[in-house]
């Protein structure tokens, strides 16, 4: 994948001291794309490449922020479509905020909600003005414009918003796909002209499938209206590892360097290795706790299915060498057991050691970054996780 | 309810230290049978009155340890019946024995099975001999006798063991009541002749129902066999609280000074400051995590039922001066949404202030019993409970 890991496109850009969320590289990496950063928000600093746990309706499942931040977590993601619809941002406003609501005092990004629109609500239909659809809960008629996902975003108050984008269903032709860029980019200057709340950061999300043009058109005019950070996304929607990275391999490297990078849905070990090569800073995906409650759980050497009968007397930790809580105190045989008797704590444990995984690996990331290995790590975790 | 709180009936009995528990009397309260105490174990020390949350199947559930003993739990049940059946008492031998294989490194009871087998399994059948039953789970036939009650609980390895008893199933006749108090005392001499785990200590148990003479027979009898302690059974199976204080007022004072004493399956906070009256020390009940797995919480104003509209928009905490992680940390407001969007973190959430609730209790307790002025404590908290 040598195409994208040369060295970045400099895209010249203005100061970003008066920026909610400030982003400043502390190492790259020589043979690779790869870099080591570090995001400030306005609810402390997180140390890039990292991965945010998924806190779909305001709680990582079954999870406390002090166990959240235990494992290593210092940046959440919460869903505006979920929140919206249930408590309502209003409620979530009149609790203090979802930093208050949640308990969770870090950095919180919230998504747009379309991406759950157009997966999640019924009937959605879409026009340039927006989305109308029916709520997954109780069939309302609800809308969501980017004037919407803003003003929700507001009131929900994450320190990094997200706008509203237009992520076409795969497979797409890719005249389906340039009109989804079209209206990703009008969406985010109206994302952009709505957004007023300063202590709030906003970022532009490129689409494009996995075709360069319609990438680049979308980065070029989304870097034109200057967000704080930009996201890479519809590259976790169906699509093949090699179509991930060739969508990567056209955005990224388009993306201005003094501004965080976000690559959304994706949480594979193996995902994240390649995207951090092409400069990726940020990743969420919900693939750690909803694997962990189905028992399936990562390690350095590939997955580790739990309610397999060989670790019904198996005395040993589910990883050896890993430092989270569930390696620290309970065995293999335990945790199958919580399984098979369908206890929370079975996916609770499994959820936080996949989410302490992930951390470990971005931290060894940024290490391997600031020591020049970036490339060597990558090749020794991808040749250890097998296929 | 003069007759419990008398002095109790002193009953000589030999020196204590050679046991794998002791129990030390620390102070006495002036107006009634209450007592403070220390009970030392193979795995540390607990204060009583002490509260013991119910883990069934080797987990308080969603709870890791670390959770309950920041909540303030310092010895757990857990359930001989269930473990039994799965994973099967050998596999948890193999794993190391209940503290390594549960994490909860603090002391341990584990109950008889008994019970389960008169409650949850199928086809129980019952003669001088023991139970033969067939498992909920996969409908296997089984025996439960008092060796085999005591075998399956050493190779748990508890701290703690309870004889095999007979509770009859309420309503029951004298006669049957009766009958049952006879197998009880035959089954615990033969618990008592069978066990022989030096590093854990074994419990009778006095059932006896709500009549004092039988009650009186069981008492004497057991006190006979000399066990470590002795527990109240037969007083959580579907009778009134006023029928809950005769069969204490007629059983404990009848038990020896110098031994703990333990209500089975009791965890009302009424019912708690009641017993502690007569001299009990210790409680389990799976009330506090059930009710809090059902939105239902206490507080010293009452039951708080969590999905109550009303809570929407509170963004005061479960229960004002309350220190525990819930109280601390997170809104009325956020634990209903929690309870309404179905997740893991209400149960969670709401299990933690209830252990800690009742835990506080207790707390409460020791040191107004210290203070020589539990009764005055007990008036207070029930006239705050309400009826």
Same mark, same amino acid.
């Given at each position: 994948m040598p195409d994208t890991e040369t060295a970045p496109e400099r895209i010249p850009h203005g100061p970003t001291?008066?920026?909610p969320v400030r982003f400043s590289t502390l190492a790259r990496d020589a043979g690779s794309a790869a870099r080591a950063g570090r995001l400030e928000t306005p609810h402390g600093a997180v140390e890039t490449p990292a991965f945010m746990p998924v &806190?779909?309706?305001?709680?990582?499942? &079954?999870?406390?922020p002090d166990q959240l931040w235990a494992g290593g977590s210092r940046m959440i993601l919460a869903n505006t479509y979920h929140l919206a619809l249930r408590p309502g941002e209003e409620t979530v406003a009149a609790l203090g905020g979802l930093h208050r609501f949640t308990g969770w005092d870090g950095p919180i990004l919230t998504d747009s909600g379309g991406f759950q629109v157009f997966?999640?609500?019924?009937r959605a239909k879409i026009t340039d003005h927006g989305a109308s659809f029916r709520s997954h809960l109780d069939g309302r008629l609800l809308e969501l414009t980017p004037e919407r996902a803003v003003a929700i975003q507001e009131a929900l108050g994450a320190d990094v918003a997200m706008c509203l984008d237009h992520c076409p269903?795969? !497979?797409? @032709?890719k005249d389906a796909i340039a009109r989804a860029v079209d209206r990703t980019i009008a969406w985010a200057g109206r994302c952009k002209a709505a957004h #007023? /709340?300063?202590?709030q950061a906003l970022f532009g999300i490129v689409q494009g499938g996995a075709h360069e043009d319609l990438r680049a058109r979308c980065a070029e005019a989304l870097v034109a209206l200057d967000f704080d950070g930009y996201a890479v996304g @519809?590259?976790?929607? &169906? +699509?093949s590892r090699e179509e991930v990275r060739r969508a990567l391999a056209v955005s990224?490297? /388009?993306? !201005? +360097?003094?501004r965080p990078r976000y690559l959304m849905g994706v949480g594979r070990p193996q995902d994240l290795l390649d995207a951090v090569a092409t400069g990726i800073d940020l990743f969420d995906c919900v693939m750690p706790t909803r694997n962990g409650r189905n028992a399936t759980c990562f390690t350095d050497q590939g997955l580790v299915? =739990? /309610?397999? #009968?060989?670790?019904? /007397?198996?005395?040993?930790? =589910?990883? #050896? @060498? *890993?430092? *989270?809580l569930t390696c620290a105190k309970f065995s293999r045989g335990y945790l199958r057991h919580l399984f098979m008797a369908k206890e929370m704590l079975g996916p609770i444990l499994a959820s936080i050691h996949n989410l302490a995984y992930l951390h470990r690996l971005t931290s060894r990331m940024r290490e391997a970054i600031r020591a020049g290995r970036f490339v060597q790590l990558r090749m020794e975790v991808l040749e250890a996780l097998g296929p």
């Open positions: 001291t008066d920026r &806190g779909t309706q305001g709680t990582v499942k &079954g999870l406390t997966s999640l609500a019924q269903a795969l !497979p797409a @032709g #007023a /709340r300063a202590d @519809g590259v976790s929607v &169906g +699509e990224t490297h /388009r993306l !201005p +360097e003094d299915k =739990l /309610r397999n #009968a060989a670790h019904t /007397r198996d005395a040993s930790p =589910l990883e #050896a @060498g *890993c430092d *989270c």
